[in-house]
């Protein structure tokens, strides 16, 4: 028995996350699964089965298509500005620059605060601050909270959540920029090579691993926001910000259709999925040895 114990007392290790991870992950999708082809309310065990009716109602559902754009758009700027941003701060706080701790902790203290907090200050800029502002300098597109208006709601809330959403970006960059050896670097600009062709040539494929990472965070960030838009907008005005998540919200708890709902959910999972599976695939052919 002590002779079993040593040589498998490792797996007890396993055994708890892999009980949790069932118990919290697998079952729960599982389920969700199951009810996603119900009509249930949520409330009670009573519901009729119904196929793929959650899923054909959801090609003729107006918010749900709505949604799906103002989700993409939203990834899709997650993505580039995360990525394109956090590249250029993460070059700039590498470079010899003076308070450079300072500037590291400066770019990094958007990623400690809650991203509920944060898009509470910023409702509070755009409602009354900013107006107060557009009023003082008799501007007159700033004289009205940009959060009620449809095109205005949209740019701020992806100013926002790419304004705190950076800062992780920037610290992995930063890691992948110091982790490139200082001789390469030195080599290739002794043999005539400028800023731009040694991040070209040398930089950037040493930060795909980097890049990898971050359109992978950027992409279930975007896909499943959800806490920032309730607080600023809470979908709106007439559901230009409303994205995927807050739309499972609404239709499970406030409409009571959570069959339906876990449809919507089902399908965001599969998107996400496929396009991780692409992501990586693609990052691995192209990644530095």
């Known amino acids: 028995m002590k002779k079993v114990f040593e040589k498998y007392w490792g797996w007890l290790f396993l055994i708890v996350p892999i009980i949790l991870q069932v118990i919290f992950f697998y079952f729960p999708m599982i389920q969700g699964a199951f009810y996603s082809l119900t009509d249930w309310n949520g409330f009670t065990y009573n519901f009729d089965f119904v196929g793929l009716n959650n899923y054909k109602l959801l090609l003729m559902d107006s918010k749900f298509m709505k949604s799906i754009g103002f989700t993409l758009l939203l990834t ?7 990525i394109i941003f956090g ?11 003076t308070g450079k701790i300072f500037w590291r902790a400066w770019f990094f203290f958007p990623a400690v605060l809650s991203g509920l907090t944060v898009s509470l200050i910023f409702k509070q800029v755009f409602n009354y601050g900013l107006p107060a502002i557009g009023n003082y300098l008799h501007i007159s597109w700033l004289q009205e909270s940009l959060l009620g208006i449809p095109a205005g709601a ?6 926002v959540m790419l304004w705190q959403g950076i800062a992780m970006p920037v610290i992995i960059f930063l890691a992948g920029l110091q982790s490139i050896p200082d001789e390469i670097k030195e080599a290739a600009a002794m043999d005539g090579a400028n800023n731009n062709q040694i991040f070209w040539h ?5 930060l795909l691993p980097s890049i990898s990472i971050v359109f992978i965070m950027a ?4 896909l ?4 920032q838009i309730f607080a600023m907008t809470a979908g709106g005005p007439n559901d230009a910000t409303s994205s995927l998540g807050l739309l499972i919200y609404n239709y499970a708890f406030k409409n009571n259709q959570f069959g339906y709902s876990n449809a919507i959910a089902l399908v965001l999972f599969v998107i996400i999925a496929l396009i991780s599976v692409v992501q990586v695939k693609v990052s691995n052919k192209y990644q530095v040895n």
Do not use: H, Q, W
């Open 219 to 222: 992409l279930k960030g975007g």
């Open 224 to 227: 499943t926001a959800f806490d």
């Open 202 to 206: 040398i930089e950037l494929p040493y």
């Open 154 to 159: 949209v740019i701020s809330v992806i100013f």
């Open 87 to 97: 590249i250029l701060i993460a070059r700039a706080l590498n470079s010899k620059i």
């Open 76 to 82: 899709i700027c997650m993505i580039a500005g995360e």
